[in-house]
């Protein structure tokens, strides 16, 4: 980060949060790909990677077949260590030899040895995005899209429905955050990433998709099948309880939840509230600078958000730009195990700085920062590039936020239209209500 990004106060941490730094971050977008990609990326093209716009052309082309391509290697290995001429000899075999030679894409092929690239990281969160995968990313954190409308990701080495997004098609079919997706129509998904599964189950509007899946507690699977629908999703919800107790629901941070939130606070200030429920629950996160935005108008100004901490162990601190209008209020949190990402941040923010009580289930903990970078002929690449702290120092990697207040949800609950987490969270806000009068 430039040192002109933030002022010093004192010789003590950045003071002022950067918004252009923030929006880097995961549009950083809450990815840097280098070298090898450059190298993959050339080796069928034929032509010298400094030419962009014929680089940009050539990846424009939908079928390049194999028998065809060349390889060229545009860039001279630099680490002599890596003998990257395997990958040259197991493409010229295919080439050679394989059975469907005359039928494979060269560019499909470089598009796969990518994504086994970054496969063998071993995260689930980095991930190569081929021109339509990428532009189905983009129109999800644009806030629509045909499918299912569940947010999944790995959790134990299974594919697992982190939240299933509000009144969508997922979530009137019965699936649950914690759900865990075995099998989709006969596609056992053990061995599939994130992105390849996703690109399974999503579809056309008014077409369906079977998923076999097992919930929490039961002893058996059970298999669902869902209508897909068109996703629309509204970042912010908003009602009143009890006249005077305000109900939010943030179901995800997207590019314009913060001009939705922005709103509710009005609405929220004009009916003078006395408190706020804020729903993080089956919030599966999204843009980091969102967050940081967000929790500017419940907290004060300068007060950590989250911290980051890149692979050589820099420690970085992202902080509230301003704009505070409701931290006056009580307020309590609700999450579960559908809470990920930066709904965890803002959780643990609003928790570590104004000491609000969360209350629910642990969270999913996700608590890496991943950076998207745009890539030649329009695909992307998602790449984890920190993790991240709550303002405490606690990391949440795999074991997630606990609750201060512990209230289950059963099965029976939610069939039944009871929400005993949502029962405790009024009871708590009218005792501090009560006790703030």
């Known amino acids: 980060m ?23 971050i995961f549009k950083k977008s809450l990815i840097v790909f280098v070298f090898i990609f450059f190298v993959l990326g050339a080796f069928f093209l034929g032509r010298d990677m400094g030419k962009n716009s014929a680089l940009v052309e050539k990846q424009k082309e939908i079928n ?3 028998s065809r391509s060349v390889v060229e290697n545009s860039l001279p290995p630099e680490n002599l260590n890596v003998d990257f001429s395997l990958f040259w000899k197991v493409w010229e075999i295919v080439k050679e030899k394989h059975i469907g030679k005359a039928d494979l894409n ?24 081929d021109p339509k995968e990428s532009k189905s990313f ?6 629509s899209f045909e499918g299912i409308g569940a947010e999944l990701g790995i959790k134990d080495n299974i594919l697992t429905v982190i939240a299933p997004l509000e009144d969508s098609p997922a979530q009137r079919a019965g699936l649950r955050a914690g759900d865990k997706i075995l099998k989709v129509g006969d596609q056992i998904v053990a061995d599939m990433t994130i992105d390849e599964a996703v690109d399974i189950i999503r579809g056309k509007s008014g077409t369906e998709v079977k998923l076999t899946i097992l919930q929490t507690g039961a002893e058996e699977t059970k298999e669902v099948t869902i209508v897909r629908g068109k996703i629309e999703i509204k970042s912010v919800k908003l009602e009143f309880k009890e006249n005077d107790i305000a109900y939010v629901k943030l179901t ?3 590019e314009t939840t913060s001009e939705e939130f922005d709103q509710t606070v009005n609405q929220i200030v004009s009916k003078n509230a006395k408190g706020i429920i804020l729903d993080l629950r089956n919030n599966p996160g999204g843009l980091l600078d969102q967050s940081v935005e967000i929790a500017s108008r419940m907290i004060p100004r300068g007060k950590v958000v989250v911290t ?6 820099k420690k970085e601190s992202l902080r509230t730009i301003g704009g505070d209008r409701l931290s006056a209020l009580p307020m309590a949190v609700l999450i579960n195990e559908g809470s990920a990402s930066a709904s965890e941040i803002l959780a643990g923010a609003l928790r570590d700085n104004q000491g609000i009580a969360l209350i629910g289930k642990k969270s999913f903990g996700k608590g890496s920062v991943q950076e998207l970078k745009t890539l030649p002929g329009g695909s992307s690449v998602k790449i984890t590039v920190a993790k991240w702290l709550t303002p405490n120092g ?4 795999d074991k997630g936020i606990n609750p201060d207040v512990e209230v289950d949800l059963t099965l029976d609950d939610f069939n039944n239209n009871r929400d005993p987490q949502l029962d405790k969270a009024m009871e708590v806000i009218r005792e501090k209500v009560r006790t703030t009068d």
Do not use: C, H, W
């Not at 606690?394 to 990697?397: A, E, F, Q, R, V």
């Open 308 to 313: 980051e901490e890149d692979s050589a162990g």
């Open 64 to 66: 390049i077949p194999l």
């Open 2 to 24: 430039d040192e002109n990004d933030f002022k010093n106060l004192d010789g003590a941490e950045p003071l002022k949060y950067s918004l252009e730094k923030n929006r880097r």
């Open 252 to 254: 995800k941070f997207g």
């Open 106 to 129: 060269a560019q499909e092929l470089v598009y796969g040895a990518i994504k086994g690239m970054l496969k063998a990281t071993g995260d689930p969160y980095t991930s190569f995005f």
């Open 394 to 397: 606690d990391y949440i990697m």
């Open 138 to 143: 983009s129109e999800d954190l644009e806030g």
